[in-house]
């Protein structure tokens, strides 16, 4: 099973996603910003990262970027709903240039992440 770093810096989403990821086997970390998500990821790799986009205190674009030069490097998926700079859809073809394999627009299913993980399941195992 998959083991998953997922950084979100709403408390609410992040528990939601975390009980779902959970109620599905997978080992679940959580961090509330990217800085504590970085510090949990080098104290121990996970499989495969979620990360929120845009967040306060260090991005989800800065946690890509940090990772992607990682090795192994960590199967990566984005999630972004934008903000008032930037369009979500602008983040999520960002950090795929910065090497996030797959990318969610919030709000999204269970459905929609499930078959996000499913589809990088060969690339994480």
């Given at each position: ?27 679940v970390r959580t961090a509330e910003n990217g800085k504590k998500g970085l510090e949990s990821y080098m104290q121990s790799p996970a499989t495969v990262v979620i990360t929120d986009i845009f967040m306060s205190v260090m ?67």
């Amino acid at each position: 099973m998959l083991d998953i770093l997922l950084i979100e810096d709403d408390h609410q989403h992040r528990m939601l996603v975390k009980r779902l990821l959970e109620d599905e086997g997978y080992t679940v970390r959580t961090a509330e910003n990217g800085k504590k998500g970085l510090e949990s990821y080098m104290q121990s790799p996970a499989t495969v990262v979620i990360t929120d986009i845009f967040m306060s205190v260090m991005d989800g674009i800065e946690v890509i970027r940090v990772l992607s030069r990682q090795q192994p490097r960590p199967v990566m998926i984005a999630m972004s709903g934008g903000n008032r700079i930037m369009s979500a859809q602008s983040a999520l073809d960002t950090v795929q240039i910065l090497g996030a394999q797959q990318t969610l627009h919030k709000p999204f299913s269970w459905e929609e992440l499930n078959m996000a993980l499913q589809s990088l399941r060969i690339i994480a195992e």
